[in-house]
């Protein structure tokens, strides 16, 4: 498939006359063939209005017909084989066996939202039964099912060229709950952007979808972006990337006519606890993996552990020993982009200006747009007095706290910011101090882990990724794992109506068979 620089606005490929846009090749240093043509509220309006025209049409097609849509979509992706692959890489320097993952994960995902929608559990298909003799007042015949709130933007995320962008998990979940996404393409990744929103669009013409379904709108700055968030016929907006970004969306959503919801990932910095034990039985091993863990993908994924809290003790020093010795192995490597590889030298320079210790500094190397690890260490006592010492650095480094107690470890984590995920390293002698803990951490991340490292996302049913304010804007929802979807739906209640005018899910003789809530009893009823 050729890629033309076009953006894809409902079933036509259109070419934008408001700006020039290039991808760049961050390995190279140079811009990628073709230039893309950059759009504005012109096409984003096109776009939004194909959207709300096809609401209706796709959310009451048959669930087996939105369920082989997406399976579609997997099926074109997988169809666009090495072009894919290697456009991706030219545009992000992202290894070529870790895009192949993230394409695996995004067609697995897409298969699991295709498995969702016909399991229909989503739906949450609920009965209370007529009660006309009840004193002093009668009970209608209530009935309620979740809907689709309306057409969804989506915008593609940086660090994760296929999983978190076009036909990502934001996408995949409204589609999935009904909804006609209008993707915003991120900047940096132009040409994969344009071969996957072909696979959807052809997906969608061939499964008979009205073209509103889904398009892909691109442009320079901030501005298409902020015009898709307040087109009116936008119901909610998916959002990964930085916390001024989110926040810049969320204050557009908000101040529309009809305020509208905003799921935007925003910064995390995902505390690491290394407890006694674990670090009396297995420094050297730990002090690897976090390495290991914090470095992954030059550190540019959202569950990074960027703070290692620990304990003074006889065993720390090699801990801290260890780490050193792996961190400074680690040469610098190729950023996503020239940007996040410039706000991260921003943000090393501030850390180094904060009174903290550099203790260990990654190998010089003649990469492009680079990023060297480096690794702090601060006392609890500094850390608390300094809030800067807690922002997010968007890359590979990490600052390990040392706390002089237990209580101060508990005073820490009660005022740490809200994360995507909480990691408990730890051995049987440490689970008194962990149960003291873990309140603490429900209270401030979406996932908890013992024993192991954040980064890394399963694709699941039980996965949630999401947290409370910063890691996200909503802590009731995630972007991974099925439960998704739920981002993306409202419930609506049918009192008394007919059953000719009943949704499928709520007639009496259940034609879709679900597992229906009737009465309080739940079953295939």
Request: charged share 20%.
């Amino acid at each position: 498939m050729q890629i033309t620089g076009e953006m894809l606005i409902g079933a036509t490929a259109v070419r934008g006359k408001d700006a020039t846009l290039h991808a760049f090749d961050p390995a190279r240093g140079v811009d990628l063939q073709p230039a893309f043509g950059g759009g504005g509220a012109k096409e984003v309006a096109r776009a939004a209005d194909l959207a709300e025209q096809a609401f209706d049409t796709y959310r009451l097609a048959p669930l087996e017909t939105r369920a082989q849509f997406l399976e579609a979509i997997a099926d074109n992706i997988v169809g666009l084989g090495d072009t894919l692959i290697e456009r991706a890489q030219a545009e992000s320097a992202l290894p070529k066996a870790r895009l192949e993952g993230e394409r695996a994960r995004t067609i697995g995902q897409l298969k699991l939202f295709a498995s969702l929608v016909r399991e229909g559990r989503w739906l949450a298909a609920t009965l209370d039964s007529a009660q006309p003799e009840r004193k002093p007042l009668p009970r209608p015949d209530l009935r309620l099912q979740k809907i689709p709130v309306g057409p969804v933007a989506v915008f593609g995320a940086s660090n994760f060229p296929l999983a978190f962008s076009v036909a990502g998990g934001d996408t995949a979940a409204a589609l999935a709950a009904g909804c006609p996404v209008v993707v915003k393409s991120h900047p940096a990744h132009l040409g994969t952007s344009e071969l996957v929103g072909r696979a959807i669009q052809k997906a969608a013409a061939d499964s008979g979808l009205p073209e509103g379904v889904f398009s892909l709108v691109v442009g320079a700055g901030n501005t298409i972006g902020e015009a898709l968030v307040a087109h009116p016929a936008i119901k909610s907006v998916g959002f990964t990337g930085s916390r001024r970004g989110g926040l810049a969306l969320i204050e557009i959503a908000s101040k529309r006519r009809e305020p509208i919801p905003v799921f935007a990932e925003m910064s995390s910095i995902n505390p690491f606890f290394v407890l006694p034990g674990a670090l009396a039985a297995r420094a050297e091993s730990l002090a690897t993996g976090f390495v290991d863990s914090v470095t992954l993908g030059v550190g540019q994924f959202c569950t990074n552990p960027g703070l290692v809290l620990v304990l003074e003790g006889p065993h720390l020093q090699a801990f801290i020993d260890y780490a050193v010795s792996a961190f400074e192995k680690k040469g610098a490597q190729t950023m996503l982009t020239a940007g996040i590889a410039a706000a991260y030298e921003e943000g090393i320079a501030r850390r180094d200006k904060s009174g903290v210790e550099r203790v260990a500094t990654g190998a010089e190397s003649d990469a492009s747009c680079p990023a060297l690890p480096a690794l702090y260490t601060v006392s609890a006592e500094k850390f608390l007095s300094t809030p800067q010492l807690e922002d997010e650095i968007f890359g590979p480094t990490s600052l390990i706290v040392i706390c002089r107690s237990e209580d101060e470890m508990l005073d820490l984590a009660r005022r740490i910011e809200g994360q995507l995920t909480a990691t408990l390293q730890m051995e049987s002698d440490d689970v008194p101090l962990a149960r003291r803990l873990l309140p603490i951490l429900e209270r401030k991340a979406g996932r908890i882990l013992a024993n192991g490292f954040p980064t890394g996302v399963e694709v699941s049913y039980a996965m949630v990724h999401g947290g409370p304010y910063p890691a996200t804007s909503d802590n009731r929802a995630t972007s991974v794992g099925a439960m998704a979807i739920e981002r993306f739906l409202r419930p609506v209640c049918y009192q008394d109506l007919p059953q000719a005018l009943l949704p499928l899910a709520l007639q009496d003789d259940n034609p879709l068979n679900l597992w229906r809530l009737r009465d309080g009893e739940l079953g295939p009823n």
